[in-house]
């Protein structure tokens, strides 16, 4: 029965179950971020910008290169979950959602954190169809513009809600920049150790880990048809005129 193969196997699974209903509640996510001891996970009434997209999607990039831009403002970022753009909307607080073609960022997110796969799938599902549900009251930001064209990110973002941001680092010794700053944002985290599994730039050891879990989700029907169904919501996303 297909409701059981999605049931908890170990103890991690329900450590991830228990992260996710916790940072997709509107109540319980300000909570969470506090017990995390960051604050800066949800967007507290008083936050500028919040920066969020499913994880892998560039999240931390454009933080770095918004903060390069404008240091003032006071950014939320990183919680991945619905309560976030649920609290933001409800408080009208700007808001960019970042969003990355499904195989893409499913792979890296279960290369990353050694999430089960179809769990990766519904994440993605789950998120993205709270991105629908608010997707008047937010900038839409798809991978490939935020990785080669910073400055339409922040267009959007300037025609949305009238923010005053700077210019967008576009030199390359600019995204050097930037690149040096999301491998000290994940050195923070991390202690100061880099795993080049988890670090948010583009590495060899992933690429070589890739193939594996893609040749298991093509071999995989349940797998397969999640990946269907959440390509079919990406494309509805980033195809559809607001």
Known sequence: MKWLQALPRKPSDLTYLARRYATDSRIIAPAYALAQRRSELFPFLGTDLLVEGYPRSANTYLLCALKWSDPQYKYASHMHGCGSIEFAA???IPMVILIREPL???VSLAIREGFRLDYCFEWYLKYYKCVVAHRSSLVLADFPIVTSDLECVY???R????LALGRAPKKPSEISEILAMVVYSEMRVS???IDPLKVAIPTIEKLETAPK???????SSRLSMLLGACTRQYHELTEAKV
Not at 213 to 219: A, F, N, S, T
């Open 104 to 106: 893409r960022a499913v």
């Open 191 to 193: 202690g100061g150790v």
């Open 155 to 157: 267009e959007g973002l």
């Open 159 to 162: 025609s949305r809600y009238e």
């Open 213 to 219: 879990l893609e040749r298991e989700i093509d071999r």
């Open 90 to 92: 409800r408080h009208g």
